[in-house]
Protein backbone atom coordinates (compact mmCIF):
# COMPACT_ATOMS: atom_id res chain seq x y z
CA UNK A 1 0.00 0.00 0.00
CA UNK A 2 2.71 2.19 0.61
CA UNK A 3 4.67 1.95 -2.40
CA UNK A 4 0.94 2.98 -4.43
CA UNK A 5 0.46 5.65 -2.20
CA UNK A 6 4.16 6.88 -3.28
CA UNK A 7 3.97 6.67 -6.96
CA UNK A 8 -0.04 8.00 -6.63
CA UNK A 9 1.84 10.88 -5.02
CA UNK A 10 4.18 11.35 -7.41
CA UNK A 11 1.65 11.12 -10.15
CA UNK A 12 -0.19 13.98 -8.62
CA UNK A 13 3.27 15.91 -7.80
CA UNK A 14 3.67 15.39 -11.83
CA UNK A 15 0.33 16.14 -12.80
CA UNK A 16 0.42 19.49 -10.81
CA UNK A 17 3.57 21.15 -12.31
CA UNK A 18 1.87 20.03 -15.83
CA UNK A 19 -0.89 21.99 -14.37
CA UNK A 20 1.03 24.99 -13.09
CA UNK A 21 2.68 24.83 -16.65
CA UNK A 22 -0.43 24.75 -18.55
CA UNK A 23 -1.94 27.73 -16.71
CA UNK A 24 0.82 30.29 -16.85
CA UNK A 25 0.74 29.39 -20.86
CA UNK A 26 -2.98 30.17 -21.25
CA UNK A 27 -2.85 32.87 -19.05
CA UNK A 28 0.17 34.31 -21.62
CA UNK A 29 -2.46 33.31 -24.69
CA UNK A 30 -5.02 35.49 -23.08
CA UNK A 31 -3.05 38.12 -22.59
CA UNK A 32 -1.69 38.43 -25.97
CA UNK A 33 -5.21 38.14 -27.12
CA UNK A 34 -6.56 40.97 -25.06
CA UNK A 35 -3.14 43.07 -26.09
CA UNK A 36 -4.00 42.76 -29.48
CA UNK A 37 -7.52 43.88 -29.05
CA UNK A 38 -6.04 47.08 -27.19
CA UNK A 39 -3.56 47.37 -29.80
CA UNK A 40 -6.53 47.19 -32.89
CA UNK A 41 -7.91 50.42 -31.49
CA UNK A 42 -5.42 52.88 -33.08
CA UNK A 43 -7.65 55.59 -33.27
CA UNK A 44 -7.27 55.79 -29.35
CA UNK A 45 -4.63 57.15 -27.88
CA UNK A 46 -2.78 55.64 -25.17
CA UNK A 47 -3.96 57.57 -22.15
CA UNK A 48 -7.33 56.51 -23.56
CA UNK A 49 -6.86 52.71 -23.52
CA UNK A 50 -4.67 53.51 -19.92
CA UNK A 51 -7.24 52.04 -18.12
CA UNK A 52 -7.99 48.60 -19.69
CA UNK A 53 -4.51 48.34 -20.30
CA UNK A 54 -4.27 48.97 -16.52
CA UNK A 55 -6.35 46.06 -15.80
CA UNK A 56 -6.24 43.78 -18.44
CA UNK A 57 -6.27 40.71 -16.30
CA UNK A 58 -9.26 41.51 -15.00
CA UNK A 59 -11.41 41.79 -17.83
CA UNK A 60 -11.90 39.52 -20.99
CA UNK A 61 -11.49 40.01 -24.68
CA UNK A 62 -15.40 41.23 -24.90
CA UNK A 63 -15.29 43.73 -21.88
CA UNK A 64 -11.88 45.29 -23.16
CA UNK A 65 -13.45 45.80 -26.84
CA UNK A 66 -16.66 47.08 -25.29
CA UNK A 67 -14.66 49.72 -22.91
CA UNK A 68 -12.55 50.42 -25.77
CA UNK A 69 -15.78 50.63 -28.25
CA UNK A 70 -17.36 52.98 -25.61
CA UNK A 71 -14.17 55.14 -25.47
CA UNK A 72 -14.62 55.48 -29.07
CA UNK A 73 -17.69 56.77 -29.12
CA UNK A 74 -17.43 59.49 -26.41
CA UNK A 75 -14.17 60.57 -28.22
CA UNK A 76 -16.01 60.75 -31.64
CA UNK A 77 -18.75 62.65 -30.46
CA UNK A 78 -15.90 64.81 -28.62
CA UNK A 79 -14.31 65.30 -32.12
CA UNK A 80 -17.36 65.91 -34.12
CA UNK A 81 -17.88 69.03 -31.40
CA UNK A 82 -14.66 70.20 -31.62
CA UNK A 83 -13.76 69.94 -35.80
CA UNK A 84 -16.60 71.59 -36.58
CA UNK A 85 -14.54 74.91 -37.91
CA UNK A 86 -11.96 72.70 -39.44
CA UNK A 87 -10.62 73.26 -42.47
CA UNK A 88 -12.56 71.51 -45.19
CA UNK A 89 -10.36 69.02 -46.86
CA UNK A 90 -9.16 68.78 -50.56
CA UNK A 91 -11.94 67.09 -52.55
CA UNK A 92 -12.03 65.46 -56.11
CA UNK A 93 -14.66 65.37 -58.77
CA UNK A 94 -14.60 63.54 -62.16
CA UNK A 95 -17.44 65.37 -62.96
CA UNK A 96 -18.05 68.01 -65.90
CA UNK A 97 -14.54 67.27 -67.43
CA UNK A 98 -13.76 67.32 -70.91
CA UNK A 99 -11.32 64.49 -71.36
CA UNK A 100 -10.02 65.42 -74.75
CA UNK A 101 -9.07 69.18 -73.44
CA UNK A 102 -7.39 68.18 -70.71
CA UNK A 103 -4.30 69.65 -70.35
CA UNK A 104 -0.67 67.93 -70.89
CA UNK A 105 0.69 68.61 -67.60
CA UNK A 106 -1.66 66.42 -66.04
CA UNK A 107 -0.62 63.44 -63.87
CA UNK A 108 -1.68 60.19 -65.64
CA UNK A 109 -3.55 58.77 -63.15
CA UNK A 110 -6.09 61.22 -63.77
CA UNK A 111 -5.88 60.60 -66.94
CA UNK A 112 -6.72 57.42 -66.70
CA UNK A 113 -9.55 58.22 -64.11
CA UNK A 114 -11.21 60.90 -65.92
CA UNK A 115 -11.12 58.27 -69.40
CA UNK A 116 -13.08 55.52 -67.23
CA UNK A 117 -15.28 57.75 -65.71
CA UNK A 118 -15.97 59.22 -69.13
CA UNK A 119 -16.10 55.42 -70.85
CA UNK A 120 -19.04 54.60 -67.98
CA UNK A 121 -21.36 57.47 -69.30
Not at 29 to 46: P, V
Amino acid sequence: METRYNELQNQYDTMQSEYAVLVAFKQAKDREEKQAMIDSFTMLSDSDKEEVSNHIDEYSVSQIEEKLSVICVRNKLNLSESTEHAEAGTTFSLDDIDVMSEPDNTPAWISLLRQTKHNEN
